[in-house]
Every structure is written in structure tokens, then in C-alpha cells.
């Protein structure tokens, strides 16, 4: 176990400009093959799952081997956290094995909790209000493509959950111009929108669709019913509510012509987007779903100071 505080990865609003930059530069490097082989030798990485996922799991626990570790993916289900082991004791014992931890979890205290008493780093994997891992995904994505992002214009559409909320965090480290539409209920939090502000982003809210895309670079949107939303169930409102504001090609006429389409996936094709543009030729998905591998070794690498 590690003995100075640990190098945790659970909101990009914890870190400085510098500090992210260097983790994208790490995931740029590994793309390219310019690491040295096999920086994780010898280390094993403990994947905690509490909620579905197909990316997240499969490239972390990809992306480990790929470093040359061992990754022990685990379901909540089966640990003796789904059954009340605090995430305490949890994270004190995982510690003595493992050499990082990610979870995804619906509950951002338990995460707070492990990484609190986690004496190795803890990786945020997603939570109902965030999605850091996505973030750095997209960021890369977006550059790759693009060029610089600070200073750019991105449009989110839908709902103000986990992962809009990532982007907001984002806006304030990366310099980019974020427009959100959102149905005024399903606004991002003001107390958020208010901490990037001061930071020095420009966010702007809306609840129209057209002005949040004019001229926007990129254009990103996600499901209407995230996994913490399932069990409410309101899924039909929320259809009804989000339904103006799908991502489709009328849409996109107003956006820059050479903008980018994301979404992290999983989509649902004629919701909250059309199959003509998550298929079309501005749409990046699948780059964007490659790029979790890469920018998750980043953060690994700079988490672990394998690098
Ligand atoms: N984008 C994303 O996190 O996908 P999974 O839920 O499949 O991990
Ligand atoms: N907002 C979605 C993202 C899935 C990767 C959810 O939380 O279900």
C-alpha cells in the first residue's frame, strides 16, 4: 500500500489545467505505442461494478492488460459491499491486494467514502452525478479531430445529468464555450453551474435546442433515461419532456458544418438521436467509445506514476 496520499481520479474539477493535460498527453503517448512496455507490470487494478456497463469494463480491463496488469472485475453483487460491508472497510482491505481501485457507482458518497479510506488511488467510473473518465474519452476525441478545443463551442442537448455535468466540469479546465438545452426540470445543478463560472468558464443554459447548437463545433447528447433514472419510474415523462430536444439532421443544420457529433453510448437510435446522425458522417462515436481505452491508460499511468 501506498504511503503519501493517493493519486485519486474522481472529478476533474479536483484537478488543475496542467495536472489533466499531462494525463491526455500520457493517453496520446500510449496511442501512439511511444511508451515503454508494460509500465503496469506486476500491478492489479480492482474494477467495481454496482450498475451495467459495456465500455468502462471492457476497456479498463483491456486497457490494464494491454500495460502489462492484472485487473480483478468485480460486480457488487457478488462482494460483501452489496450485502452492507461499508465501502470503509472495503477500500481498507482491497488496499492490502490491489494497487488502484475503480468503481461506478449510483452513489457519490460510497465512492467518497473508499477513496477516503482507500491508501491507493480510487478512479471514479461513473457516478449519477459525474462521469470524469467519458470527459478525458471525449476531450481527446474532439482534439483528435479538431484541433484545440478551448475556445470552441459545444452543444449538450437533453438531459443536465452525470455526464452534462462532467462536461461542465470540463468547460472550466479545457476553456471551452459550453451551450446546454436542457427542459428547465432537468437543468444541471445551479451550485455547479455557479463553481464553473467563477472558474472562468462560460456556460450557457437554455431551453432551446436551435440557439444552444448555432455554430457549435460539436454536438453531444446521451439517453433520456440514464441507470439512476430507471428506478423512478418516470421514463414516459421523461420521453415526453426531452422529446424536443433529439439530436436529428433539421437540428444539426445549425450547427458549424464541420461539426462533430458525440455521445458516449449506449444510444437509443430515434430518441435522444437519430439513426441518420449517430451513422451519419459527422458523428465520432465510435472514436469516442476507442478513445475510453487510451484516455483511461492516461489516467492510469498518471494515477499509478507508472510513466
Ligand atoms: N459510456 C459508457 O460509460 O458506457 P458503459 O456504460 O457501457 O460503460
Ligand atoms: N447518462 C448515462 C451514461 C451511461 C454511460 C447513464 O448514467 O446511464
New binding site residues.
Given amino acids: 500500500a501506498a504511503t503519501s496520499s493517493p493519486r485519486h481520479f474522481l472529478e476533474l474539477s479536483d484537478f488543475d489545467t496542467p495536472t489533466l493535460r499531462r494525463m491526455l498527453d500520457l493517453a496520446a503517448s500510449t496511442k501512439r505505442g511511444d511508451l515503454a512496455d508494460k509500465p503496469l507490470a506486476g500491478k492489479t487494478v480492482a474494477l467495481i461494478f454496482e450498475k451495467?456497463?459495456?465500455?468502462?469494463?471492457v476497456s479498463f480491463e483491456v486497457g490494464i492488460h494491454q500495460l502489462g496488469g492484472h485487473a480483478v472485475v468485480l460486480s457488487s453483487k457478488d462482494m460483501q459491499l452489496g450485502r452492507g460491508e461499508t465501502a470503509a472497510d472495503t477500500a481498507k482491505v482491497l488496499s492490502r491486494y490491489v494497487d488502484a481501485i475503480m468503481l461506478r457507482t449510483d452513489s457519490v458518497a460510497k465512492l467518497r467514502e473508499l477513496a477516503e479510506h482507500a491508501t491507493v488511488p480510487v478512479i471514479n467510473g461513473?457516478t449519477d452525478v459525474s462521469?470524469p473518465c467519458?470527459l478525458m474519452a471525449d476531450i481527446l476525441t474532439f482534439e483528435e479531430h479538431r484541433g484545440p478545443i478551448a475556445g470552441q463551442v459545444v452543444a449538450w442537448l437533453g438531459d443536465g445529468n452525470n455526464v452534462a455535468r462532467s462536461f461542465i466540469q470540463a468547460a472550466a479546465r479545457f476553456g471551452f464555450t459550453l451551450r446546454l438545452a436542457t427542459p428547465p426540470e432537468l437543468a444541471p445543478p445551479a451550485q455547479l453551474v455557479d463553481w464553473a463560472r467563477q472558474e472562468g468558464a462560460s456556460i450557457e443554459l437554455t431551453a432551446d435546442p436551435v440557439a444552444a447548437v448555432r455554430g457549435a463545433r460539436c454536438v453531444v447528447t446521451d439517453t433520456w433515461v440514464s441507470m439512476s433514472d430507471e428506478k423512478d419510474g418516470g421514463p414516459t415523462a421523461r420521453h415526453n419532456q426531452l422529446a424536443p430536444y433529439q439530436l436529428n439532421a433539421a437540428l444539426m443544420q445549425h450547427a458549424a458544418p464541420d461539426a462533430v457529433v458525440m455521445h458516449?453510448?449506449?444510444a437509443h437510435r430515434g430518441e435522444e438521436i437519430t439513426a441518420e446522425v449517430i451513422d451519419g458522417p459527422q458523428s465520432v462515436v465510435f472514436d469516442e467509445a476507442e478513445n475510453?481505452l487510451h484516455a483511461q491508460k492516461g489516467v492510469l499511468l498518471w494515477a499509478l506514476g507508472a510513466n
Fill in positions: 451495467p456497463s459495456t465500455r468502462t469494463r461513473l462521469h467519458q458516449c453510448l449506449p475510453r
